[in-house]
């Protein structure tokens, strides 16, 4: 079993390319009885290790780093589907809102428990205690990923008997915030039982893990509650689909309450976290070969990330064990990715000065190569432009391949992604697997969320919050002066989403709290669930996404040149055309190269609807009497129809 332990922690962290699961070899759980296993430390490790249930890298393709792609950060070939009306459907299965590992991980609890109780499990007491403490924070997690894509969600804590009654009974939604709190609870019962950090060189969950991810959730919710408030999406508001069921009339709610308790209790996981995990330095070495060395830099990329500070949890990738990715391979490239006009115009100087402000000093875009002089190092280390280095070995100096016609090779806006690149010169082609690491909790998250959750509650920043804040900037090389940022915002001149919550400016100070946080995530897929919670897109009429600067003077440079001297740049009106024409932007607009049966060219609309996501019409016909779903216990989420392949309504 030993030796099964340490492969399965590298092999069956899930979304592997290639898996080497030793656990496999073992008889099939369901064929296990509760007395044939679960009787050490051993067999409770190797099985909550398979309820890793995490985003890292694996595929072909840049891994987390191309996650965010779908939002005003980063753009990929295809649009989200979430941004036009009609082209988001109901599933006719039961897509996502299934409960496969929450049921496995109920079973774990119920035959577990009273064993540890009864003293039947050999091992050692504070083991035995930690993998105890990783089921109650992976049904936490579980539970998490429902409540940011549905809200309400039926709350089962012990493995259901095969009896359609009771399944039924048991599938009755519960509003969104008794979610959220029943998380919490989890992650309390986790923080007592978990070992604190490192625990297997961070390959595994730790206490501190729960307190940050603690705090994610107190964060998500409380400020959902806040932007929400009001609407359908949230309990007690207008509209509000819970209101239709007999089961939820004796429900009540004091929304400004409930704000209040999970953003203290943001707060407070955060805290813990943050004063016990130092940011990793930043040599500001920006340019060249230097940066493999920046450590900065070098924690996205390397083989081995446990000896950074601000690394709480990441997954190990090994060669020789065929599990790895091909991130690295996929990084030289465009990756079929990009970073958007919007994101990389947000990023500050150095000087502490968004772009637009007097004496800024920025340098314009009009070139790559001047783009990010004298900006947050954030932009200048996780931007690729050319002249910078591929590998110790390698520079580049080629201007993005915009045109690519393989996709997965395609600069989708210009502006390349460089988080995580390696340099090893080994890992620049995508036919060797990359054994980088892929960080999934760092510290950082903890400062932000702190910074927003002060804030928000407290509309004032106390002394904690101005020293990670500080902390944050000054590592990005920006003037620690965030007050001077907020005296020179200008909200009509930023291209963020985030200037916006429901359909209103918000406050400087708060926008650059929301600044920090989008620069500070570069490339790590946090976005969209910002969006959301901000509720942050319902302006958007008609919005373009761009990337670079291509018509200024970007398109004579000789990479978009055939060799008689003519463009290999085609736009309409032509035919065949693989760029935005110049009379619509100068800047790539990479939903509008082609009009014809395109319904993104008008550019993004929000429907409100789509900001939780639509319940599979099979979950209706499974919680019904005789396949009415007019009988269903279950509700549809607020604008959906309870119908197969359906669009909102609203």
């Given at each position: 079993?030993?030796?099964?332990?340490?492969?399965?922690?590298?092999?069956?962290?899930?979304?592997?390319l290639?898996?080497?699961?030793?656990f496999l070899?073992?008889?099939?759980?369901?064929?296990?009885?509760?007395?044939?296993y679960?009787?050490?430390?051993?067999?409770?490790?190797?099985?909550?290790?398979?309820?890793?249930n995490?985003?890292?890298?694996?595929?072909?393709?840049i891994g987390?780093f191309k996650?965010?792609?779908?939002?005003?950060n980063?753009?990929?070939t295809?649009?989200?589907?979430?941004?036009?009306k009609?082209q988001?459907?109901?599933?006719?299965?039961?897509?996502?809102?299934?409960f496969?590992?929450?049921r496995?991980?109920?079973?774990?609890?119920?035959?577990?428990?009273?064993k540890?109780?009864?003293?039947k499990i050999?091992?050692?007491?504070a083991?035995?205690?930690?993998?105890?403490?990783?089921?109650?924070f992976?049904?936490?997690?579980?539970?998490?990923?429902?409540?940011?894509?549905y809200?309400d969600?039926?709350?089962?804590?012990?493995?259901?008997?095969?009896n359609?009654?009771?399944?039924?009974e048991?599938?009755?939604?519960?509003?969104?915030?008794?979610?959220?709190?029943f998380i919490?609870q989890?992650l309390?019962?986790?923080?007592?039982l978990?070992?604190?950090?490192?625990?297997?060189?961070k390959n595994?969950?730790s206490k501190?893990?729960?307190?940050?991810?603690?705090?994610?959730?107190?964060?998500?919710?409380?400020?959902?509650?806040k932007?929400?408030k009001g609407?359908?999406?949230v309990?007690?508001g207008?509209?509000?689909?819970g209101?239709?069921?007999?089961?939820l009339?004796?429900?009540?709610?004091?929304?400004?309450?409930?704000?209040n308790?999970?953003l203290t209790?943001?707060?407070?996981?955060?805290?813990?976290v943050?004063?016990a995990?130092?940011?990793?330095?930043?040599?500001h070495?920006?340019?060249g070969?230097?940066?493999?060395s920046?450590?900065?830099?070098k924690m996205?990329?390397?083989n081995?990330?446990?000896?950074?500070?601000?690394?709480?949890?990441?997954?190990?990738?090994?060669?020789?064990?065929?599990v790895?990715?091909?991130?690295?391979?996929?990084l030289?490239?465009?990756?079929?990715?990009?970073?958007?006009?919007g994101?990389?115009?947000a990023?500050?100087?150095?000087?502490?000065?968004?772009?637009?402000?007097?004496g800024?000093g920025?340098?314009?875009?009009?070139?790559?190569?001047?783009?990010?002089?004298?900006?947050d190092?954030r932009l200048?280390?996780?931007m690729?432009?050319?002249?910078?280095?591929?590998a110790?070995t390698?520079q580049?100096?080629?201007y993005p391949?915009?045109?690519n016609?393989v996709t997965?090779?395609?600069?989708?806006?210009g502006?390349?992604?460089?988080?995580?690149?390696?340099?090893?010169?080994?890992y620049l082609?995508?036919?060797v697997?990359?054994e980088?690491?892929?960080?999934?909790f760092?510290?950082a998250?903890?400062?932000?969320?702190y910074?927003?959750?002060?804030?928000?509650?407290?509309?004032?920043l106390?002394?904690?919050?101005?020293?990670y804040?500080?902390?944050l900037?000054?590592?990005?090389?920006?003037?620690?002066?965030?007050?001077?940022?907020?005296?020179?915002?200008?909200?009509?001149?930023?291209?963020?989403?985030a200037v916006?919550s429901a359909?209103?400016k918000?406050?400087?100070?708060?926008y650059?709290?929301?600044?920090?946080?989008?620069?500070e995530f570069?490339?790590?897929?946090?976005?969209?669930?910002?969006?959301?919670?901000w509720r942050?897109?319902?302006?958007?009429?008609n919005?373009?996404?761009?990337?670079?600067?291509?018509w200024?003077?970007?398109?004579?440079?000789p990479?978009?040149?055939?060799?008689?001297?003519?463009s290999k740049?085609?736009?309409?009106?032509a035919?065949?055309?693989?760029?935005?024409?110049k009379t619509?932007?100068?800047?790539?607009?990479p939903y509008?190269?082609?009009?014809?049966?395109?319904l993104y060219?008008?550019g993004i609309?929000w429907?409100?609807?789509?900001?939780?996501s639509?319940?599979?019409?099979?979950n209706?016909?499974?919680?019904s009497?005789g396949?009415n779903v007019?009988?269903?216990?279950?509700?549809?989420n607020?604008g959906?129809?309870?119908?197969?392949?359906?669009?909102?309504?609203?």
């Amino acid at each position: 079993m030993k030796k099964i332990y340490k492969n399965i922690i590298i092999a069956t962290f899930s979304v592997g390319l290639i898996g080497c699961n030793k656990f496999l070899d073992r008889e099939p759980l369901s064929n296990i009885t509760p007395q044939q296993y679960f009787n050490t430390e051993s067999d409770l490790a190797a099985y909550t290790i398979t309820y890793y249930n995490f985003p890292t890298h694996g595929g072909y393709n840049i891994g987390i780093f191309k996650d965010d792609n779908g939002t005003d950060n980063q753009a990929t070939t295809n649009a989200n589907v979430a941004w036009v009306k009609g082209q988001w459907h109901v599933p006719k299965g039961t897509e996502g809102y299934d409960f496969g590992n929450i049921r496995a991980i109920n079973y774990f609890l119920a035959e577990v428990t009273p064993k540890i109780e009864a003293g039947k499990i050999t091992g050692t007491p504070a083991n035995i205690n930690h993998y105890l403490g990783e089921a109650y924070f992976l049904r936490a997690y579980e539970y998490f990923d429902r409540l940011q894509s549905y809200g309400d969600y039926p709350i089962v804590k012990t493995v259901l008997p095969d009896n359609e009654d009771e399944l039924i009974e048991a599938s009755k939604r519960r509003p969104r915030n008794e979610v959220a709190r029943f998380i919490l609870q989890d992650l309390d019962k986790a923080i007592s039982l978990l070992k604190s950090s490192p625990v297997e060189g961070k390959n595994r969950i730790s206490k501190e893990v729960a307190q940050l991810f603690r705090s994610r959730v107190a964060l998500f919710e409380g400020t959902w509650l806040k932007y929400h408030k009001g609407t359908a999406q949230v309990p007690g508001g207008m509209g509000w689909p819970g209101t239709k069921v007999s089961y939820l009339s004796g429900f009540s709610i004091n929304i400004d309450s409930e704000i209040n308790y999970f953003l203290t209790e943001a707060m407070a996981s955060a805290k813990v976290v943050a004063d016990a995990f130092p940011l990793v330095a930043n040599d500001h070495n920006t340019t060249g070969t230097a940066v493999f060395s920046n450590p900065y830099f070098k924690m996205y990329g390397d083989n081995s990330q446990s000896g950074y500070s601000e690394v709480l949890f990441w997954r190990q990738y090994s060669a020789d064990k065929s599990v790895g990715h091909y991130t690295n391979g996929f990084l030289t490239g465009g990756a079929n990715s990009g970073y958007t006009r919007g994101f990389v115009d947000a990023f500050l100087m150095k000087n502490g000065l968004p772009i637009y402000a007097s004496g800024s000093g920025y340098q314009g875009d009009a070139d790559l190569t001047t783009v990010k002089v004298d900006r947050d190092e954030r932009l200048q280390l996780f931007m690729r432009v050319p002249g910078d280095y591929l590998a110790v070995t390698q520079q580049d100096n080629s201007y993005p391949n915009i045109i690519n016609s393989v996709t997965e090779r395609k600069a989708v806006t210009g502006y390349n992604v460089k988080k995580g690149l390696n340099g090893d010169a080994k890992y620049l082609t995508d036919a060797v697997l990359t054994e980088a690491g892929c960080i999934v909790f760092r510290a950082a998250e903890a400062y932000l969320n702190y910074i927003e959750a002060c804030y928000v509650k407290n509309n004032s920043l106390d002394g904690d919050a101005d020293r990670y804040w500080k902390a944050l900037r000054a590592r990005a090389g920006v003037s620690e002066n965030y007050n001077a940022t907020i005296a020179a915002t200008d909200l009509t001149k930023e291209n963020d989403w985030a200037v916006y919550s429901a359909g209103q400016k918000v406050d400087a100070t708060l926008y650059n709290i929301r600044r920090e946080r989008r620069c500070e995530f570069i490339a790590e897929g946090i976005r969209n669930n910002d969006l959301r919670r901000w509720r942050a897109m319902d302006q958007l009429r008609n919005y373009q996404i761009e990337g670079m600067n291509l018509w200024t003077s970007m398109y004579d440079k000789p990479t978009y040149k055939n060799n008689n001297g003519t463009s290999k740049l085609v736009a309409l009106p032509a035919a065949s055309p693989n760029i935005s024409a110049k009379t619509l932007s100068v800047y790539i607009r990479p939903y509008q190269i082609i009009q014809q049966n395109n319904l993104y060219y008008n550019g993004i609309t929000w429907t409100k609807a789509h900001y939780l996501s639509p319940i599979g019409f099979e979950n209706f016909l499974r919680t019904s009497k005789g396949g009415n779903v007019a009988t269903s216990v279950i509700y549809q989420n607020p604008g959906w129809p309870v119908q197969a392949d359906g669009i909102p309504t609203e």
